[in-house]
Protein backbone atom coordinates (compact mmCIF):
# COMPACT_ATOMS: atom_id res chain seq x y z
CA UNK A 1 0.00 0.00 0.00
CA UNK A 2 1.96 2.99 -1.08
CA UNK A 3 0.54 6.60 -0.63
CA UNK A 4 0.33 8.54 -3.35
CA UNK A 5 -1.85 11.09 -5.46
CA UNK A 6 -2.83 13.35 -2.42
CA UNK A 7 -2.36 16.87 -1.36
CA UNK A 8 0.86 15.90 1.32
CA UNK A 9 2.45 13.21 -1.78
CA UNK A 10 5.61 13.65 -1.70
CA UNK A 11 8.49 11.82 -3.42
CA UNK A 12 11.36 9.53 -1.50
CA UNK A 13 14.10 9.59 -3.91
CA UNK A 14 16.06 7.05 -1.25
CA UNK A 15 13.42 4.37 -0.79
CA UNK A 16 11.91 5.13 -4.45
CA UNK A 17 8.41 5.89 -3.34
CA UNK A 18 5.41 8.87 -3.25
CA UNK A 19 4.75 8.82 0.61
CA UNK A 20 2.13 10.81 2.19
CA UNK A 21 3.91 13.70 4.63
CA UNK A 22 1.01 13.59 6.75
CA UNK A 23 1.45 10.06 7.62
CA UNK A 24 4.86 10.44 8.72
CA UNK A 25 4.49 13.50 10.55
CA UNK A 26 1.80 11.28 12.63
CA UNK A 27 3.76 8.22 12.87
CA UNK A 28 6.65 10.54 14.25
CA UNK A 29 4.20 12.20 16.61
CA UNK A 30 3.02 8.99 18.08
CA UNK A 31 6.13 7.37 18.71
CA UNK A 32 7.24 10.85 19.80
CA UNK A 33 4.73 10.84 23.04
CA UNK A 34 5.13 7.28 23.58
CA UNK A 35 9.35 7.29 23.65
CA UNK A 36 9.05 10.52 25.48
CA UNK A 37 6.80 9.43 28.32
CA UNK A 38 8.42 5.53 28.12
CA UNK A 39 11.86 6.36 27.95
CA UNK A 40 11.96 3.85 24.74
CA UNK A 41 13.23 4.31 21.32
CA UNK A 42 9.85 2.84 19.54
CA UNK A 43 11.13 0.91 16.93
CA UNK A 44 8.56 -1.61 17.59
CA UNK A 45 5.67 0.67 16.68
CA UNK A 46 7.22 2.47 13.71
CA UNK A 47 8.79 -0.46 11.67
CA UNK A 48 5.82 -2.38 11.09
CA UNK A 49 3.51 1.14 10.86
CA UNK A 50 6.05 2.47 8.02
CA UNK A 51 6.15 -1.11 6.56
CA UNK A 52 2.26 -1.09 6.34
CA UNK A 53 2.00 2.29 4.52
CA UNK A 54 4.53 1.13 1.62
CA UNK A 55 8.25 0.96 3.22
CA UNK A 56 10.55 -1.72 1.99
CA UNK A 57 11.41 -3.10 5.47
CA UNK A 58 15.29 -2.88 5.29
CA UNK A 59 14.32 0.95 4.91
CA UNK A 60 11.53 1.13 7.61
CA UNK A 61 14.21 -0.26 10.45
CA UNK A 62 16.87 2.26 8.96
CA UNK A 63 14.34 5.55 9.05
CA UNK A 64 13.12 4.38 11.89
CA UNK A 65 16.75 4.15 13.87
CA UNK A 66 17.67 7.59 12.15
CA UNK A 67 14.80 9.84 13.35
CA UNK A 68 15.37 7.67 16.98
CA UNK A 69 18.34 8.97 17.44
CA UNK A 70 17.42 12.89 16.36
CA UNK A 71 14.05 12.71 18.71
CA UNK A 72 15.64 10.87 21.73
CA UNK A 73 18.36 14.17 21.75
CA UNK A 74 15.08 16.35 21.77
CA UNK A 75 13.38 14.03 24.94
CA UNK A 76 16.77 13.50 26.78
CA UNK A 77 17.12 17.17 26.82
CA UNK A 78 13.74 17.98 28.13
CA UNK A 79 14.35 15.17 30.98
CA UNK A 80 17.49 16.31 31.72
CA UNK A 81 15.62 19.70 32.55
CA UNK A 82 13.38 18.06 34.85
CA UNK A 83 16.15 16.38 36.65
CA UNK A 84 15.34 12.20 35.62
CA UNK A 85 18.65 12.00 33.71
CA UNK A 86 21.15 10.41 35.80
CA UNK A 87 24.72 10.48 33.58
CA UNK A 88 26.89 8.40 35.33
CA UNK A 89 24.57 6.15 35.47
CA UNK A 90 24.11 5.85 31.48
CA UNK A 91 27.16 5.78 31.07
CA UNK A 92 28.09 2.67 32.98
CA UNK A 93 24.82 1.32 31.50
CA UNK A 94 26.84 1.36 28.13
CA UNK A 95 29.53 -0.06 29.35
CA UNK A 96 27.87 -3.29 30.84
CA UNK A 97 25.14 -3.21 27.69
CA UNK A 98 27.64 -3.09 25.11
CA UNK A 99 29.48 -5.99 26.28
CA UNK A 100 26.11 -7.60 26.64
CA UNK A 101 24.93 -7.12 23.06
CA UNK A 102 28.51 -8.77 22.11
CA UNK A 103 27.53 -12.20 23.69
CA UNK A 104 23.78 -11.72 22.90
CA UNK A 105 25.05 -11.55 19.51
CA UNK A 106 27.37 -14.45 19.83
CA UNK A 107 25.21 -16.85 21.16
CA UNK A 108 22.33 -15.92 17.96
CA UNK A 109 24.94 -17.01 15.76
CA UNK A 110 25.80 -19.82 17.77
CA UNK A 111 22.44 -20.79 17.36
CA UNK A 112 22.54 -19.83 13.94
CA UNK A 113 24.69 -23.00 13.37
CA UNK A 114 22.12 -25.20 14.26
CA UNK A 115 20.14 -24.27 12.20
CA UNK A 116 17.92 -21.90 10.92
CA UNK A 117 14.87 -23.96 12.06
CA UNK A 118 16.31 -23.48 15.77
CA UNK A 119 17.24 -19.74 15.88
CA UNK A 120 14.25 -18.49 14.68
CA UNK A 121 11.61 -19.81 16.75
CA UNK A 122 13.98 -19.64 19.87
CA UNK A 123 14.42 -16.21 19.53
CA UNK A 124 10.50 -15.43 18.58
CA UNK A 125 9.48 -17.33 22.14
CA UNK A 126 12.04 -15.85 24.35
CA UNK A 127 10.90 -12.57 23.14
CA UNK A 128 6.76 -13.52 24.00
CA UNK A 129 8.28 -15.11 27.41
CA UNK A 130 10.17 -11.46 27.81
CA UNK A 131 7.15 -9.26 26.93
CA UNK A 132 4.64 -11.29 28.90
CA UNK A 133 6.73 -11.97 31.48
CA UNK A 134 7.60 -8.61 32.42
CA UNK A 135 4.56 -6.99 31.74
CA UNK A 136 2.30 -9.87 33.97
CA UNK A 137 5.27 -8.81 36.57
CA UNK A 138 4.52 -4.96 36.24
CA UNK A 139 0.97 -5.44 36.21
CA UNK A 140 0.97 -8.07 39.40
CA UNK A 141 3.91 -5.06 40.76
CA UNK A 142 0.84 -2.36 40.38
CA UNK A 143 -1.84 -4.17 41.79
CA UNK A 144 -0.39 -5.17 45.21
CA UNK A 145 1.47 -1.89 45.74
CA UNK A 146 -0.93 -0.85 48.46
CA UNK A 147 -0.82 -4.04 50.51
CA UNK A 148 2.73 -4.42 50.23
CA UNK A 149 2.65 -0.50 51.38
CA UNK A 150 0.36 -1.67 54.10
CA UNK A 151 2.49 -4.67 55.44
CA UNK A 152 5.80 -2.16 55.03
CA UNK A 153 4.06 0.21 57.56
CA UNK A 154 3.07 -2.64 60.05
CA UNK A 155 6.87 -3.86 59.96
CA UNK A 156 8.08 -0.60 60.23
CA UNK A 157 5.24 0.03 63.13
CA UNK A 158 6.40 -2.88 65.53
CA UNK A 159 10.28 -2.00 65.47
CA UNK A 160 11.93 -0.45 68.52
CA UNK A 161 11.57 3.57 67.95
CA UNK A 162 15.05 4.51 65.93
CA UNK A 163 15.48 1.21 64.08
CA UNK A 164 15.08 0.76 60.65
CA UNK A 165 14.07 -2.54 58.35
CA UNK A 166 17.23 -3.93 56.78
CA UNK A 167 17.81 -3.73 53.40
CA UNK A 168 19.63 -6.45 51.43
CA UNK A 169 21.94 -5.83 49.09
CA UNK A 170 25.24 -7.65 47.69
CA UNK A 171 27.79 -4.83 49.15
CA UNK A 172 30.72 -6.77 46.82
CA UNK A 173 33.42 -3.59 46.65
CA UNK A 174 34.11 -1.52 44.96
CA UNK A 175 30.40 0.31 45.46
CA UNK A 176 29.22 3.12 42.64
CA UNK A 177 27.31 6.40 44.11
CA UNK A 178 24.69 7.82 41.83
CA UNK A 179 23.45 10.93 43.93
CA UNK A 180 20.98 11.43 41.00
CA UNK A 181 19.43 8.42 41.70
CA UNK A 182 19.66 8.37 45.07
CA UNK A 183 21.48 4.65 44.59
CA UNK A 184 24.17 3.41 46.05
CA UNK A 185 25.18 -0.13 44.60
CA UNK A 186 28.04 -2.85 44.27
CA UNK A 187 29.60 -2.49 40.72
CA UNK A 188 29.62 -6.11 40.14
CA UNK A 189 25.47 -5.71 40.38
CA UNK A 190 24.88 -2.88 38.21
CA UNK A 191 27.31 -4.55 35.58
CA UNK A 192 25.50 -7.58 35.91
CA UNK A 193 22.33 -6.32 35.64
CA UNK A 194 22.97 -4.30 32.34
CA UNK A 195 24.93 -7.22 30.80
CA UNK A 196 22.26 -8.96 31.50
CA UNK A 197 19.88 -6.33 29.42
CA UNK A 198 22.22 -6.10 26.57
CA UNK A 199 22.56 -9.83 26.96
CA UNK A 200 18.72 -9.78 25.78
CA UNK A 201 19.04 -7.14 23.56
CA UNK A 202 21.72 -8.91 21.31
CA UNK A 203 19.96 -12.42 21.72
CA UNK A 204 16.35 -10.79 20.70
CA UNK A 205 17.79 -8.07 18.24
CA UNK A 206 16.37 -4.90 19.65
CA UNK A 207 17.06 -1.50 21.14
CA UNK A 208 16.70 -2.67 24.49
CA UNK A 209 14.99 0.28 25.97
CA UNK A 210 12.19 -1.58 27.05
CA UNK A 211 14.31 -4.14 28.76
CA UNK A 212 16.48 -1.50 30.12
CA UNK A 213 13.56 0.93 31.91
CA UNK A 214 12.04 -1.86 33.98
CA UNK A 215 15.54 -3.01 35.10
CA UNK A 216 16.77 0.37 36.27
CA UNK A 217 13.55 0.57 38.24
CA UNK A 218 13.19 -2.79 40.15
CA UNK A 219 16.55 -4.22 39.42
CA UNK A 220 18.67 -0.89 40.75
CA UNK A 221 16.18 0.91 42.31
CA UNK A 222 16.12 4.45 40.37
CA UNK A 223 12.77 5.95 40.49
CA UNK A 224 10.48 5.94 37.96
CA UNK A 225 11.01 9.29 35.99
CA UNK A 226 15.10 8.72 36.38
CA UNK A 227 14.52 5.60 34.97
CA UNK A 228 12.62 6.82 31.74
CA UNK A 229 15.34 9.57 31.38
CA UNK A 230 18.58 7.63 32.06
CA UNK A 231 16.92 5.06 29.44
CA UNK A 232 16.66 8.19 26.69
CA UNK A 233 20.00 9.16 27.23
CA UNK A 234 21.21 5.63 26.66
CA UNK A 235 18.63 5.73 23.58
CA UNK A 236 20.90 8.88 22.35
CA UNK A 237 24.11 6.66 21.39
CA UNK A 238 22.58 3.28 20.31
CA UNK A 239 20.25 5.71 18.09
CA UNK A 240 22.98 7.45 16.84
CA UNK A 241 25.16 4.23 16.26
CA UNK A 242 22.18 2.22 14.81
CA UNK A 243 21.68 6.09 12.30
CA UNK A 244 25.25 5.30 11.18
CA UNK A 245 25.52 1.97 10.42
CA UNK A 246 21.83 1.40 8.51
CA UNK A 247 22.64 4.75 6.07
CA UNK A 248 25.78 3.15 5.65
CA UNK A 249 24.41 0.29 3.87
CA UNK A 250 22.25 2.64 1.95
CA UNK A 251 19.09 1.94 4.52
CA UNK A 252 17.88 5.03 5.29
CA UNK A 253 15.53 7.62 4.01
CA UNK A 254 17.03 10.74 5.13
CA UNK A 255 13.71 12.72 3.86
CA UNK A 256 11.49 11.02 5.59
CA UNK A 257 13.38 10.59 9.07
CA UNK A 258 13.73 14.25 9.15
CA UNK A 259 9.68 14.80 8.34
CA UNK A 260 9.27 12.20 11.44
CA UNK A 261 11.60 13.87 13.36
CA UNK A 262 9.49 16.91 13.13
CA UNK A 263 6.80 14.99 14.64
CA UNK A 264 8.41 13.36 17.10
CA UNK A 265 9.91 16.01 18.25
CA UNK A 266 6.14 17.63 18.82
CA UNK A 267 4.99 14.46 20.73
CA UNK A 268 8.44 13.70 22.51
CA UNK A 269 7.53 17.04 24.30
CA UNK A 270 4.19 16.30 25.01
CA UNK A 271 5.08 13.07 26.20
CA UNK A 272 8.15 13.94 28.84
CA UNK A 273 5.81 16.84 30.01
CA UNK A 274 3.57 14.24 31.48
CA UNK A 275 5.77 12.08 33.54
CA UNK A 276 5.13 15.47 35.45
CA UNK A 277 1.43 14.67 35.98
CA UNK A 278 1.24 10.92 36.25
CA UNK A 279 3.54 9.43 38.49
CA UNK A 280 5.58 6.65 38.81
CA UNK A 281 3.40 3.72 39.24
CA UNK A 282 1.17 5.17 36.91
CA UNK A 283 3.72 5.01 33.99
CA UNK A 284 4.49 1.44 35.22
CA UNK A 285 1.08 0.58 34.92
CA UNK A 286 0.40 1.84 30.96
CA UNK A 287 3.74 0.96 30.11
CA UNK A 288 2.92 -2.76 31.58
CA UNK A 289 -0.31 -2.57 28.93
CA UNK A 290 1.95 -1.70 26.49
CA UNK A 291 4.77 -4.35 26.73
CA UNK A 292 1.74 -7.23 26.92
CA UNK A 293 -0.09 -5.94 23.83
CA UNK A 294 3.73 -6.05 22.14
CA UNK A 295 3.65 -9.48 23.15
CA UNK A 296 0.54 -10.25 22.02
CA UNK A 297 1.45 -8.94 18.44
CA UNK A 298 4.58 -11.38 17.79
CA UNK A 299 2.70 -13.68 19.09
CA UNK A 300 0.12 -12.89 16.01
CA UNK A 301 3.10 -12.75 14.30
CA UNK A 302 4.33 -16.20 15.50
CA UNK A 303 1.38 -17.89 14.17
CA UNK A 304 1.63 -16.04 10.65
CA UNK A 305 -0.29 -13.07 11.10
CA UNK A 306 2.02 -10.90 10.29
CA UNK A 307 -0.97 -7.89 9.04
CA UNK A 308 -3.08 -8.14 12.16
CA UNK A 309 0.33 -7.83 14.27
CA UNK A 310 1.26 -4.58 12.85
CA UNK A 311 -2.47 -3.00 13.38
CA UNK A 312 -2.36 -4.09 16.61
CA UNK A 313 0.92 -2.16 17.72
CA UNK A 314 -0.23 0.31 15.45
CA UNK A 315 -3.74 0.77 16.93
CA UNK A 316 -2.37 0.13 20.62
CA UNK A 317 0.26 2.95 19.97
CA UNK A 318 -2.64 5.53 19.22
CA UNK A 319 -4.71 4.91 22.04
CA UNK A 320 -1.87 4.83 24.76
CA UNK A 321 -0.87 8.18 23.42
CA UNK A 322 -4.64 9.30 23.80
CA UNK A 323 -4.31 7.83 27.30
CA UNK A 324 -1.03 9.96 27.77
CA UNK A 325 -2.90 13.13 26.30
CA UNK A 326 -6.03 12.43 28.48
CA UNK A 327 -3.57 12.21 31.46
CA UNK A 328 -1.65 15.12 31.13
CA UNK A 329 -4.26 17.45 30.02
CA UNK A 330 -6.11 16.33 33.59
CA UNK A 331 -2.52 17.02 35.17
CA UNK A 332 -1.98 20.08 33.74
CA UNK A 333 -6.14 21.41 34.64
CA UNK A 334 -5.78 20.38 38.36
CA UNK A 335 -2.23 22.11 38.30
CA UNK A 336 -3.85 25.10 37.38
CA UNK A 337 -7.02 25.11 39.27
CA UNK A 338 -4.31 24.95 42.18
CA UNK A 339 -2.25 27.72 41.12
CA UNK A 340 -5.80 29.97 40.67
CA UNK A 341 -7.25 28.73 43.86
CA UNK A 342 -4.01 30.02 45.94
CA UNK A 343 -1.01 28.17 47.55
CA UNK A 344 -3.80 28.15 50.59
CA UNK A 345 -6.05 25.45 48.89
CA UNK A 346 -3.36 22.92 48.39
CA UNK A 347 -2.31 23.09 52.17
CA UNK A 348 -5.22 22.97 53.59
CA UNK A 349 -5.93 19.33 51.09
CA UNK B 1 34.83 10.23 35.98
CA UNK B 2 37.81 11.10 33.05
CA UNK B 3 39.05 7.06 33.07
CA UNK B 4 35.59 6.22 32.75
CA UNK B 5 34.79 8.05 29.66
CA UNK B 6 37.97 6.83 28.21
CA UNK B 7 37.57 3.32 28.91
CA UNK B 8 33.26 3.71 27.61
CA UNK B 9 35.01 5.42 24.21
CA UNK B 10 37.76 2.51 24.01
CA UNK B 11 35.43 -0.52 24.58
CA UNK B 12 32.31 1.11 22.19
CA UNK B 13 35.43 1.60 19.56
CA UNK B 14 35.89 -1.94 19.96
CA UNK B 15 32.51 -3.47 19.78
CA UNK B 16 31.67 -1.04 16.66
CA UNK B 17 34.45 -2.20 15.05
CA UNK B 18 33.42 -5.72 15.64
CA UNK B 19 30.02 -4.99 14.52
CA UNK B 20 31.44 -3.53 11.29
CA UNK B 21 32.99 -6.67 10.67
CA UNK B 22 30.53 -8.88 11.86
CA UNK B 23 27.79 -7.45 9.44
CA UNK B 24 29.95 -7.20 6.49
CA UNK B 25 28.57 -10.57 5.26
CA UNK B 26 24.65 -9.16 6.07
CA UNK B 27 25.38 -7.02 3.43
CA UNK B 28 23.21 -7.30 0.24
CA UNK B 29 25.07 -6.45 -2.81
CA UNK B 30 22.38 -5.16 -4.59
CA UNK B 31 21.27 -3.00 -1.85
CA UNK B 32 25.02 -1.38 -1.92
CA UNK B 33 25.26 -1.54 -5.28
CA UNK B 34 21.64 0.43 -6.35
CA UNK B 35 21.90 4.18 -7.93
CA UNK B 36 19.09 6.42 -7.66
CA UNK B 37 17.61 8.32 -10.40
CA UNK B 38 18.79 12.33 -10.16
CA UNK B 39 16.17 12.92 -13.16
CA UNK B 40 13.29 15.15 -12.19
CA UNK B 41 15.28 15.75 -8.52
CA UNK B 42 16.13 19.17 -6.89
CA UNK B 43 17.52 20.68 -3.97
CA UNK B 44 18.21 18.55 -0.80
CA UNK B 45 16.70 15.76 -2.75
CA UNK B 46 19.06 15.75 -5.26
CA UNK B 47 22.02 16.11 -2.86
CA UNK B 48 21.26 13.11 -0.63
CA UNK B 49 20.63 11.10 -3.78
CA UNK B 50 23.65 12.18 -5.16
CA UNK B 51 25.64 11.82 -1.69
CA UNK B 52 23.77 8.21 -1.73
CA UNK B 53 24.95 7.53 -5.16
CA UNK B 54 28.87 8.47 -5.08
CA UNK B 55 29.77 7.39 -1.57
CA UNK B 56 27.58 5.84 1.19
CA UNK B 57 30.08 6.39 4.12
CA UNK B 58 29.68 9.96 3.50
CA UNK B 59 26.16 9.67 2.96
CA UNK B 60 26.11 7.90 6.45
CA UNK B 61 27.88 10.60 7.96
CA UNK B 62 25.82 13.15 6.15
CA UNK B 63 22.56 11.33 7.93
CA UNK B 64 24.06 11.04 11.48
CA UNK B 65 25.13 14.48 11.75
CA UNK B 66 21.75 16.21 10.52
CA UNK B 67 19.70 14.21 12.82
CA UNK B 68 21.83 15.13 15.45
CA UNK B 69 22.13 18.86 14.61
CA UNK B 70 18.58 18.95 13.72
CA UNK B 71 18.04 17.28 16.80
CA UNK B 72 19.90 19.84 19.09
CA UNK B 73 18.18 22.63 17.76
CA UNK B 74 15.01 21.25 17.85
CA UNK B 75 15.93 20.76 21.52
CA UNK B 76 17.09 24.12 22.51
CA UNK B 77 14.66 25.97 19.87
CA UNK B 78 11.64 24.61 21.64
CA UNK B 79 12.66 25.04 24.91
CA UNK B 80 13.29 29.20 23.86
CA UNK B 81 9.92 28.89 22.35
CA UNK B 82 7.95 27.13 25.52
CA UNK B 83 10.08 28.95 28.03
CA UNK B 84 8.74 32.46 26.42
CA UNK B 85 4.98 31.14 26.69
CA UNK B 86 5.56 30.89 30.08
CA UNK B 87 5.79 26.67 30.06
CA UNK B 88 9.26 26.18 31.09
CA UNK B 89 9.50 22.30 32.81
CA UNK B 90 11.58 22.92 36.41
CA UNK B 91 13.10 19.75 38.63
CA UNK B 92 10.42 17.78 39.49
CA UNK B 93 9.74 15.53 42.86
CA UNK B 94 9.89 12.06 42.30
CA UNK B 95 6.84 10.71 43.32
CA UNK B 96 6.30 6.82 42.84
Given at each position: M ?20 LI???IG???G ?21 G ?14 F????V ?40 GE ?6 V ?7 L ?9 D ?58 L ?6 G ?61 Q ?16 L ?17 D ?18 V????M??G ?16 H? | ?7 L ?44 N ?41 K?
Amino acid sequence: METGGGMFDIFLPIAGIHFNALILLAIGFAVGVLGGFFGVGGAWVVTPALNIFGFNMAYAIGTDLAHIFGKSIVATKKHGKMGNVDVKMGLVSILGSVLGVEVGARTVMWLTAKGEHVVGPVVRYSYMVMLFGLGFYMLYDYLTKDKRAAAKAAAAATMPPGQVPEKKYWNIPPMLSFPTSGVRISFWTIMGVFFLTGWLSGFLGVGGGFIRMPALIYLVGCPTAIAVGTDLFSVVFTGAWGCFTYAAKGRVEIVAALIMLVGASVGAQIGVTAVKYIHGYGIRLLFAIMVLLAGASVALKQFDVGKAAAYLVMCSALAMCLVIMVQMARGFMKERAEKAAGPGASAHK
Amino acid sequence: MKKAVVALAFVLAHFFSRLCAASEGLDVPEALERKVPLDGLTGLSRFFASTYNDNLTLYAVICTVIMAIVGIVIAYGTDVILKAMGMEVHKIEHKE
